[in-house]
């Protein structure tokens, strides 16, 4: 804690004598790409060039007071945000997306999910908060992520065949997740670990709840199956963080008597309120546990496709989104042990303080 409350002291005191330190070439290139700006458009916003900029992002020149001012108004983060230490983490495995995303969608979205995984390690170290204790487990031939699926729930004593509530399970295991809005639709969530090896959950903010639940339990499964463990490179972590979550969520041995009578499209929308889960989840479902025959799968398809219910499934069936509430409670306890209002807790982060009130949603007065 002693380095942050250091650092924290110097740039409430900020001054052109600061600029004589050294700015960490990282955190430009963190704040660029998290405005989704190309080398090329930051360039122009601080009148200098490319080449010139590429420089800077790599360490090899030094930026001016004027520079660093400049480069501060043009990202919209406050001056200090360039003197922070640290690297880019590179995020998990694998994050559940669609196909074929752009790296343009995509390099803003793990540049925000870096910043707030220091958010995170700050406020860690502040408050001395102990790592989760995760059941974690080695995909074998023997234990597959089915069997990893129901091991966990046993672990952590999930005795009913619906979890009501997932973020809270979550969260009272000690797992840290944030909400906030990827700028897409095309991408779902992501996991990091923290410098000390903490594990963090990111969620689009726009996600339905349906879809808010299986992409938590499919980020749950990476973190059990491959995150703490030697994966071999031909294996598939994405669909095996799928199998985690299809049976973490709907569990082999309850859902196959919601089949036993056939498979069809009202059933399935009986279900999803039950399961909390999605009509096209719970199809896939019945196919992998065998209750459908090529021809009744591609039937129950089609029929989502006419109806145009295969991206947006009717409203009236949605599921409620879940919302954390254990990263809230650490900038409280931190604002607490640190006497801090508002604008302190934003200089803390490093960040303006009209984006900490859109990233942690406090509304006390400064």
């Not at 430009?28 to 200098?48: D, K």
């Not at 501060?72 to 983490?89: L, M, N, R, W």
């Not at 009913?160 to 399970?169: A, F, R, S, Y």
């Not at 009744?296 to 409203?315: D, G, S």
Request: glycine letters at 4%.
């Amino acid at each position: 804690m002693k380095h942050f409350i250091q650092f924290f002291k110097s740039v409430l005191y900020f001054s052109a004598e600061m600029i004589n330190q050294v700015i960490n070439p990282k955190m430009i290139l963190l704040a660029r790409e998290s405005r989704g700006l190309t080398q090329q458009s930051l360039a122009e916003r601080i009148n200098t060039n490319k080449a010139q900029l590429s420089r800077m992002e790599n360490g090899e020149v030094s930026l001016s007071g004027d520079m660093l001012l400049s480069m501060a108004e043009a990202t919209s983060y406050p001056a200090h945000f360039f003197f922070q230490k640290g690297d880019v983490v590179p995020v998990n495995l694998a994050y559940r997306k669609r196909q074929h995303v752009p790296a343009k969608i995509i390099a803003p979205i793990e540049a925000q999910v870096n910043i707030m995984r220091m958010h995170a390690e700050i406020l860690l170290d502040i408050l001395k908060i102990p790592l989760p204790a995760l059941p974690v487990h080695q995909v074998t031939e023997e234990k597959n992520p089915a069997a990893i699926a129901a091991l966990t729930r046993s672990a952590w004593n999930v005795k009913t065949p619906v979890i009501d509530n997932l973020i809270q399970l979550l969260e009272e295991k000690g797992l840290l997740i944030n909400l906030f809005d990827f700028g897409t639709e095309r991408v779902d969530s992501k996991s990091i670990l923290t410098g000390s090896r903490f594990p963090l959950i990111f969620l689009n903010a726009s996600l339905l709840g349906d879809r808010q639940r299986f992409s938590l339990a499919y980020e749950l499964g990476h973190l059990i199956m491959h995150t703490f463990t030697v994966v071999p490179h031909n294996r598939n972590v994405a669909h095996e963080a799928n199998e985690f979550a299809a049976e973490f969520l709907m569990p082999a041995d309850e859902i196959r008597k919601d089949f036993e009578k056939g498979v069809s499209l009202p059933l399935l929308g009986e279900l999803k309120r039950k399961w909390k889960a999605s009509m096209i989840s719970l199809l896939y479902r019945a196919d992998d546990l065998g209750f459908l025959s090529p021809s009744q799968k591609r039937y129950l398809i089609q029929q989502f496709n006419q109806l145009r219910i295969r991206r947006r499934e009717p409203a009236e069936l949605d599921i409620p989104v879940e919302k954390p509430i254990l990263v809230s409670k650490l900038i409280a306890d931190c604002r607490k042990k640190l006497n801090l209002h508002i604008t302190g807790m934003a200089t803390l982060l490093s960040m303006q303080e009209s984006e900490y009130l859109e990233l942690y949603g406090e509304d006390q007065p400064t």
